[in-house]
């Protein structure tokens, strides 16, 4: 792909926690990036199948493998592959979603041509063929913190943060990822936004699909007392949008 882009390392964080199913193809989507600068950071988590042997088995020096030597947890394997992490910009991409291959190019020059630190994407939401996807979720142009709390719009899968903008730490507390973007959004004071054009694919799972929906907002509820501090009757306000939006999320299809 022609560009006049100056290409900026990124560094795409990976989680890995028995995947040996799912992360070569995941992996694959990493490599075949049209954005050539990348590293691929994978942490496997103390998994007991073949995946920290498969990933040991591939012959390519963007990959940076590591183990952690007891199970940390999706936010601690993530915050294990940011501290050795080198690039200016963080990519997430679990060791069973997908990416398709210009979604590093068409999100980091949509960052540098518009002076933006924190962005996110629509996505698609599979079980194993992405030709037949499940559904779609499509997300708001930008979120604040004020949003954010009151619904959990951003993927994973979706996101980049440019480090030299914004630091940051993965917070270690249920729905890691929600409130790691609750922090951010919270201590930068700056709102994160949509960049079109992104393709991602999310696989869904039994373990993707809460199958106890008051657990789900009891982590919510933690997360907002104690990432976003927010009092009791703001809590009760947001955790009926959050039901709400929940209910428009699972339901949404084509």
């Known amino acids: ?7 900026e390392l990124v560094s795409v964080i990976m989680p890995s926690f028995n995947s040996s199913k799912t992360i070569i193809e995941s992996i694959d989507s990493v490599l075949l990036q049209t954005y050539e600068n990348i590293e691929l950071i994978i942490c496997d988590d103390g998994s007991s199948d073949l995946s920290y042997e498969l990933v040991q088995c591939l012959n390519d020096q963007r990959i ?3 183990k952690n030597t007891y199970e940390k947890g999706a936010a601690g394997a993530r915050q294990s592959c940011i501290d050795i992490s080198n690039g200016r910009y963080i990519a997430f991409l679990d060791a069973d979603d ?3 291959k210009n979604k590093l190019f068409i999100q980091i020059k949509y960052m540098r041509d518009n002076n933006i630190s924190f962005t996110y994407s629509d996505y698609y939401t599979f079980n194993e063929n992405i030709d037949n996807p499940k559904g779609f979720f499509k997300t708001p142009e930008s979120i604040s913190f004020e949003d954010l ?3 959990c719009a951003i993927g994973c899968l979706t996101v980049i943060i440019d480090r030299k903008e914004i630091e940051f730490s993965m917070i270690n507390s249920p729905k890691e990822d929600y409130a790691t973007w609750l922090s951010i959004l919270e201590n930068s004071k700056k709102n994160a936004y949509r960049c079109d054009g992104v393709v991602a694919y999310y696989r869904l799972s039994n373990n993707s699909l809460s199958s106890n929906k008051i ?8 997360v907002l007392k104690n990432t976003a501090r927010l009092s009791f009757k703001k809590r009760i306000v947001c955790l009926f949008t959050y039901s709400i939006n929940g209910i428009i999320k699972k339901y949404w299809k084509y």
């Open 64 to 66: 940076k493998l590591i």
């Open 1 to 7: 792909m022609n560009t006049d882009l100056v290409d």
């Open 215 to 222: 657990k789900e907002v009891v982590k919510q509820n933690y």
């Open 149 to 151: 709390c009151k619904h």
């Open 98 to 100: 997908l990416w398709d």
